[in-house]
């Protein structure tokens, strides 16, 4: 008799329980589906001009474009896809036609490199690396870099590197072992002793440092040229 009282006293307090916790359970799956739903129709609308022109696309090798200004916040009316953008390639295209205002959009997507047969950097100016295919995107679907010279674009593990900025000595002396190799063949190359690379090597100085990020080992590297 008093163990049947204690399963029916039990069982008063767990359904009520597991009631509540079916509702909570119910109210957790209508917030996500909520969610799910809502996020749907937004992707659908960002999908729209509002998004691209909000957010730039990313290029590996060249992930600092905007900071660097080559990628530049101005109004253009790109010719690649006839369109007003806020945002306007600002470095080299090697093409046929002069082509100006060109959007980073057509960049990315290669839009702006087929329709003109043209290229962003010269491939014969590229290291070697281990695909086709990266010196592909590099030099049609990723902003060059405007240097004094000829561009140069450098690779390591076999690929290309990212382009990390323009410096000078003051830049780079905290990474100056790493960096040992390229600086040797930069001393040899321009006739330069130690002291005199540190000298000129100045960032918007008429002897001009490019650094570069191996994208899988970190490594970082360097190019330069004069004016
Ligand atoms: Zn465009
Ligand atoms: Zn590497």
């Avoid at 990212?162 to 003051?170: H, N, R, S």
Wanted: glycine share 6%.
């Amino acid at each position: 008799m008093k163990r049947t009282l204690h399963i029916l006293l039990s069982l008063i307090f767990l359904i009520p329980l597991i009631y509540i916790g079916s509702l909570v359970l119910e109210k957790f799956n209508f917030v996500s589906s909520f969610t799910k739903n809502n996020s749907k129709t937004f992707s659908i609308e960002t999908n729209s001009d509002i998004k691209e022109m909000n957010s730039l696309p990313l290029f590996k090798y060249n992930p600092h474009a905007e900071k660097l200004g080559i990628i530049k916040k101005e109004n253009t009316s790109c010719p690649a896809c006839e369109r007003k953008r806020e945002y306007v390639y600002n470095g080299p295209f090697y093409s046929e036609d002069q082509v100006k205002g060109i959007c980073p959009w057509c960049i990315k997507d290669g839009t702006a490199a087929s329709k003109y047969e043209g290229a962003f950097q010269d491939a014969e100016s590229c290291e070697d690396v281990d695909k086709q295919e990266y010196l592909v995107e590099l030099t049609t679907r990723t902003p060059g870099y405007s240097g004094w010279q000829q561009e140069r674009w450098l690779s390591h593990c076999g690929d290309f590197c990212a382009l990390k900025g323009y410096v000078g000595w003051q830049e780079i002396k905290y990474m100056k072992d790493e960096l040992t190799k390229d600086l040797d063949e930069i001393k040899s190359d321009y006739n330069l002793t130690q002291e005199q690379l540190e000298k000129y090597l100045v960032n918007n100085g008429s002897l001009q440092g490019y650094l570069f990020e191996c994208l899988h080992c970190g490594k970082h590297r360097i190019t330069v040229d004069t004016d």
